[in-house]
Nanobody, 124 residues
Framework: QVQLVESGGGLVQAGGSLRLSCAAS????????MAWFRQAPGKEREFVAA????????TYQDSVKGRFTISRDNAGNTVYLQMNSLKPEDTAIYLC?????????????????WGQGTQVTVSS
């Protein structure tokens, strides 16, 4: 199994940047596609970004394209989400997810391992 722990969330002013980290354990990490989702109060979980097991393929939600970058360091068993030009509407709990298939997807139901989440709050 893959175990995930997110970190790097916090309070930031609009226009600022944050880098989220997802530390993964488990020998299957290198063969697992990874993704970031977010969930704001009163809203359903929303796809943010995903990356293939190799790191060669990335998918982004349109609302974050050009502002966020997902990457992974397989040697360090870590996935990152670099968030720039943050907006108040980016405020949410950000969750790291993994699936034991190397192809990235944007569907919540495709991921079977989840972290606890890290809070990102963007003030105006």
């Amino acid at each position: 199994q893959v175990q995930l722990v997110e970190s790097g969330g916090g309070l930031v002013q609009a226009g600022g940047s944050l880098r989220l980290s997802c530390a993964a354990s488990g020998r299957t990490f290198v063969s697992s596609a990874m993704a970031w989702f977010r969930q704001a109060p009163g809203k359903e979980r929303e796809f943010v970004a995903a990356i293939s097991a190799s790191g060669g393929y990335k998918t982004y939600q349109d609302s974050v394209k050009g502002r966020f970058t997902i990457s992974r360091d397989n040697a360090g068993n870590t996935v990152y989400l670099q968030m720039n030009s943050l907006k108040p509407e980016d405020t949410a709990i950000y969750l790291c997810a993994a699936r034991t298939i190397p192809i990235q997807t944007a569907r919540v139901v495709d991921y079977n391992f989840w972290g606890q989440g890290t809070q990102v709050t963007v003030s105006s």
